[in-house]
């Protein structure tokens, strides 16, 4: 299945967002549920079970001066086998965020089930000036399951240069995935990308238990902070942004 999401988001003249844009195909459908402080809420509803192998689903969203956006999806999204030789699914996020503008990506897991070949990669775009929250979580299989294979890539590029350059892969044909170097067994991972124009970043910082980290990025006024969990509960409160630290987790 292949399908294609366009969300473009622009200011009002009121101080708040209105999309002049909204339009999806199954299993992409985009819906508004209304503003908070000025900010437009858009979900991601999959109109089906998947990805499954085979499918390619792509979202485009552009955020132009002025304007706000937070993007939530419903569920979590269940990366699944397919029929054999059907090759594996693909999710592509691209997005454009102008000078005065700001983007809030946070939607639910990716679940790497059990026999899945999946491929999810976002690309964004940031000009100077932009305001950008990016939450990626993978969850290694289901309950009591392990993964299948999963590579999940996030590339952003601040004022013309590149800011994050970021990939993971997890399951059978990714040597040394749940070991001591990347895991550590974890079943739940993720980052948070907080760019906050005028803001200094803070000093790099590893909690003691090793599971959560903050790192300043050079190249633009950013923090990424990168998490491991037992399960996808504790993840997302690891990863829930409030300011720039996690609740419970603040570095110094």
């Known amino acids: 299945m292949r399908s294609v999401a366009r969300l473009v988001a622009r200011p009002d003249g009121r101080g708040g967002t209105r999309l002049t844009e909204l339009a999806g195909e199954p299993p992409l459908l985009l819906r508004q549920t209304g503003h908070r402080d000025g900010v437009a809420e858009v979900y991601v509803v999959g109109a089906a079970a998947g990805p499954l192998a085979g499918d390619d689903l792509r979202l485009e969203v552009e955020v132009t001066a002025g304007a706000a956006v937070r993007v939530h999806t419903v569920a979590a999204s269940v990366a699944l086998p397919g029929r054999p030789g059907a090759g594996r699914s693909r999710m592509s996020v691209r997005a454009r965020v102008a000078a005065g503008a700001a983007l809030h990506w946070l939607p639910e897991q990716t679940v790497a089930a059990a026999g899945c070949a999946h491929h999810a990669e976002s690309w964004v775009e940031l000009a100077e000036g932009a305001v950008l929250t990016w ?11 392990r993964p299948g294979d999963a590579v999940v890539g996030t590339y952003v590029d601040h004022a013309g240069a590149p800011l994050l350059r ?3 892969a997890v399951g059978p044909t990714a040597p040394g995935w749940d070991g001591a170097a990347v895991l550590g067994g974890a ?5 948070l990308l907080l760019v906050r124009p005028g803001r200094v970043a803070g000093p790099p910082w590893v909690h003691p238990d090793g599971t959560v980290a903050r790192l300043p990025l050079a190249g633009g006024p950013a923090d990424l902070w990168t998490a491991t969990a037992p399960d996808a509960h504790l993840l997302r409160e690891l990863l829930s942004p409030v300011d720039a630290d996690p609740p419970g987790r603040s570095g110094p």
Not at 187 to 191: D, E, K
């Open 166 to 168: 970021q990939s993971l």
């Open 187 to 191: 079943v739940a991972t993720g980052s």
């Open 135 to 145: 939450r990626d979580e993978l969850v290694c299989g289901r309950y009591a399951e």
